[in-house]
Structure formats: structure tokens, C-alpha cells
């Protein structure tokens, strides 16, 4: 189990191994389309390595709430309790 | 008369070099770029054959990290190679609508298709990343040229096996002359040195065994010959209309005379043995190019190292030139590169280019019994080509029985 801080810097390094964006770039406000500029097939690749690293499953549907880094880091710490 | 057609920029990655001017460095030199394969897959499928021509600078230090991800091997080396390329020409502006791409590739993403199908089998479905289909699809390394330059006038991906390079040369050639667009960047790019391609083809008996020897395993026109050697990388040239090219001051190498493409219609795999296809084929190409065959003075032949193959371009060359095929300064330098597939016609069509601007053919390595039936005058050792107007070939044939020729003069 991971708490919410651990979560974040987990996906940002997923983030920064899939975009090179910067990890302390990653922060819970940002929106992953309009800050970080990350497209829909980048946004799944990103899903696929989170749900691998975190051990969760994100369904396909879920996906298109997770607008900023915080709804995705909600949505882990709540998949995984 | 159609529009002109020029060379204004040349890159290659490939086993002999990272870029253009190692490439020639060594190209002229003769080195082999062939040895023995370190990755742990040789082993572990027991692989018949052991070694490869695998390029020389790997893609991943030339890209981002992030650019490399995303790019499955082919495609990472036409972009390295069209980058050299279009940095070469100097061209700073040009019109995205009049700037195409045709880059061919004689595979595509294999590493990414089999990597996925390996992914697939051991993780399930979800693991399958959604980038896989843009990775595998054999117009990945044109539409990623397209978007690296910002090419509009369409990006095509012709595929003729090991012929697929200088189709693409053929399609650019077109492209200009039918006023469709100004500046093409042409290529060709293969990574297939994977355990599959390498078991299909040592299956079909077309590649070299000479694994304690890799440096000496391609043998073009040698009676030891045993088959060809896998390679990858590369090839890419920047085409442009001549008065676009004279209207902006760039350098010129050359000019794409003319091209040709036929097809045997013989055999799947077998070149025809009379050659008629590569005959028709080399004089479409010198008739496109208003060429004489008593004007070519250096063919980079196709040659590719097989008992099969290497005598039936002897025979075409015979056929289309004459008796003037003695007086033509062959170069067989899949001898040095190995052998590049669906890339071989875009680095052999650069070494050419290089020929003919540099006055000077390249090296044939590993000819140490030239078989006699045979007779071609062979490059192996230092070989200047004659002052005044000359005229070049480069042949490339491919599975299927496609034959593709480009025609090289200075200007």
C-alpha cells in the first residue's frame, strides 16, 4: 500500500519514462491534457504502467475522469484500499 | 523534357558508419562491418547463424530517450538517417505542400509486432501498449520522417523486399516530375536482425554460415560464397527540381538521371536465371535517363553474396551493356554493409551519388577467387572513375521478382 505522496512520485516517474517531462513537473493540480500536454495514446500508455506499478486495475471507462495527476493519484489510493 | 531532378542531401546510419562521411571514410577503405552477434537470443534459440552487420552507432545515441520509446528500431534509423540528410541540403524553407517523402522499408516493425505478440502471450492484453500498432506498421518510418520535417505533399512507403529502397527513389523521381512536389526526402530503413527474421531466412538457405569468419561471410562474386549477411540501418537522400535547388544556391551532388522498376514474373523467390527482368529493367532505366551504355563507368550491383544470385545480375548487365560491361568498375559493397534489405537501395543509391561526385568507386572486400563465370572488371582496391560526363548505377532486385535501377550523373 501506498500513501498519497508515494503515489504521486511513482506516477511521475512513470510520466517523465513515457513523455521525459520533468517528474517534479507532475504536480496534483496539473490537467494531464492541458499542463502536460499528454495525448490520449500517451495517457494510456501511462494507465497500463500505473495499474502495473500499483497493482490496480484502472477500467477503460475510468480513464476519461482522471483529468488531472490528483483524480488519477485519488483513484489509486482508492483501487488499492 | 521532364523537370530535372537533383541530389541535395544525403545521410545513412549503417554498419560501417553513423553517418555520411564514415560511411565513404570506410566505403573506400573496405571494412567489414560484420561480426559476431553479443545479444543473449543467439544462444538461447540456438540460432544457425551467429553474426550480422548491425549498424555501428546505435539509434539510442543519436535520439531522445523519450523519441526512441516511441519509434520501433526501423523507424529510429530513418529519422538519424533523414536528419543527416536534410541538414546536408542546407534547405532552410520550403513549402510543406510541395515537400514529400517516399521511405521504404522492406519489413517494417518487426521487433515491435513480435515484442507485442511476446507481451501479449506472457501479460495479457492490457499489457499490449497502445503505441504498437504506429511502431509496427511499415509506413511507421516515412510518417515519422513526415512529421520530423513537416513534409504535406503525401508520405509513401514503397515495398519491394530488398528492391524497396530504390523504389523509393523511383517513387521521388516521379513525384517531381509530375509536378506534384518540389523536395522529396527518399530512403529506405530496415531493422530486422531479430532471432526470427534470422532463423526464416537461414531456414530458406539464404544466409552466410560462416560463423567463426563473420568478417569475411559476404563474399560477392567469390566461388566460396555461401549466402548473404544480415544487415540494418539507413539510407536517406533529399531529391529537389533543379531550378529549386540552382534558385536557393545549394550544392548539387548530382542528378537522379532516371529509374526503372519490372517485375520477373518468374518465381516468388528466384531471381529468373536469364535475367530478363533485371535487363529490361537497367535499359528502362538508362532510356529514362537519355543514357548510353557506353556512358556508365561504375555500377553498385546488387550482389548480394548467394550462389544464386550474384551470377544472373552478371547476365543482365551483359545483356543491357554489351560488350561494355568490361570497361564498368563494379562495386559489390554489400561485401562491407552486409546486406540491408529493404534499405540496401537507399545506402547503395547515397554511395553511388558519393561516387560519382567524389570520382571514385567504392570497395569490394572478400574477393579472393572470383568465380569465372563472372567476368565484371570488380572493384578491390583504390579506383578513381574518369574526368568529364559519367554515369552511374545502382541495381537492387528483390524477393518477389522486383528489379529496381537508378541512374546517377554528375553535373
Request: hydrophobic content about 45%; aromatic content about 4%; proline content about 6%.
Amino acid at each position: 500500500m501506498a500513501n498519497n505522496e508515494e503515489i504521486l512520485a511513482g506516477l511521475a516517474e512513470i510520466v517523465n519514462e513515457e513523455t521525459g517531462l520533468a517528474p517534479e513537473s507532475v504536480q496534483m493540480d496539473k490537467s494531464f491534457t492541458d499542463d502536460l500536454d499528454i495525448d490520449s495514446i500517451s495517457m494510456m500508455t501511462i494507465v497500463v504502467n500505473a495499474e502495473e506499478k500499483f497493482g490496480v486495475r484502472i477500467p477503460d471507462e475510468e480513464v476519461k475522469n482522471l483529468k488531472t495527476v490528483g483524480d488519477a493519484v485519488t483513484f489509486i489510493a482508492g483501487a488499492q484500499a | 523534357m521532364p523537370r530535372k531532378v537533383v541530389i541535395t542531401g544525403l545521410g545513412a546510419t549503417t554498419p560501417i558508419g553513423g553517418d555520411v562521411p564514415t560511411m565513404w571514410a570506410n566505403a573506400l577503405k573496405g571494412v567489414s562491418g560484420a561480426h559476431t552477434i553479443e545479444a543473449d537470443w543467439v544462444q538461447k534459440y540456438e540460432l544457425p547463424v551467429t553474426f550480422a552487420a548491425q549498424v555501428s552507432t546505435p539509434a539510442t545515441e543519436v535520439l531522445t530517450r523519450v523519441e526512441a520509446k516511441r519509434m520501433d528500431p526501423s523507424t529510429q534509423f530513418a529519422v538519424v538517417a533523414s536528419r543527416e540528410a536534410w541538414r546536408d541540403s542546407g534547405i532552410e524553407e520550403v513549402d510543406p505542400d510541395r515537400l514529400a517523402v517516399a521511405f521504404a522499408t522492406g519489413i517494417g516493425g518487426v521487433w515491435t509486432l513480435l515484442d507485442a505478440w511476446d507481451t501479449l502471450r506472457e501479460k495479457g492484453p492490457r499489457r499490449v501498449l497502445p503505441m504498437t500498432v504506429p511502431m509496427l506498421m511499415p509506413n511507421g518510418p516515412a510518417a515519422a520522417v513526415s512529421l520530423d520535417i513537416g513534409a504535406r505533399a503525401g508520405a509513401h512507403t514503397p515495398v519491394s523486399a530488398c528492391a524497396s529502397g530504390t523504389e523509393a527513389l523511383h517513387q521521388g523521381l516521379e513525384l517531381i516530375r509530375s509536378g506534384k512536389a518540389d523536395v522529396v526526402m527518399c530512403g529506405g530503413a530496415e531493422a530486422a536482425i531479430h532471432p526470427m527474421p534470422m532463423a526464416a531466412f537461414a531456414s530458406m538457405q539464404a544466409l552466410s554460415r560462416r560463423n567463426d569468419d563473420p568478417e569475411h561471410a559476404s563474399r560477392p562474386y567469390d566461388l566460396n560464397r555461401d549466402g548473404f549477411v544480415m544487415g540494418e540501418g539507413a539510407g536517406a537522400l533529399v531529391l529537389e527540381a533543379e531550378e529549386h535547388a540552382l534558385a536557393r544556391g545549394a550544392r548539387i551532388y548530382g542528378e537522379l538521371a532516371g529509374t526503372s522498376v519490372t517485375a520477373d514474373a518468374y518465381h516468388i523467390t528466384a531471381p529468373d536465371p536469364g535475367g530478363l527482368g533485371a535487363t529490361r529493367a537497367l535499359k528502362a532505366a538508362l532510356f529514362d535517363a537519355r543514357a548510353l551504355p557506353s556512358d556508365v563507368v561504375h555500377i553498385n550491383a546488387h550482389a548480394t553474396s548467394t550462389p544464386v544470385g550474384d551470377k544472373p545480375e552478371y547476365i543482365a548487365l551483359k545483356e543491357a551493356l554489351g560488350s561494355h560491361i568490361g570497361n564498368v568498375a563494379v562495386s559489390a559493397t554489400k561485401s562491407q554493409t552486409g546486406h540491408l534489405l529493404g534499405a540496401s537501395g537507399a545506402v547503395e543509391a547515397v554511395m553511388t551519388v558519393m561516387a560519382v561526385y567524389d570520382r571514385s568507386a567504392p570497395m569490394t572486400i572478400n574477393l579472393e577467387n572470383q568465380d569465372p563465370e563472372i567476368p565484371l572488371d570488380v572493384v578491390t582496391s583504390e579506383r578513381k572513375l574518369p574526368g568529364g560526363d559519367i554515369v552511374a548505377l545502382s541495381n537492387s532486385f528483390g524477393f518477389g521478382g522486383h528489379n529496381a535501377v537508378v541512374v546517377i550523373r554528375n553535373v
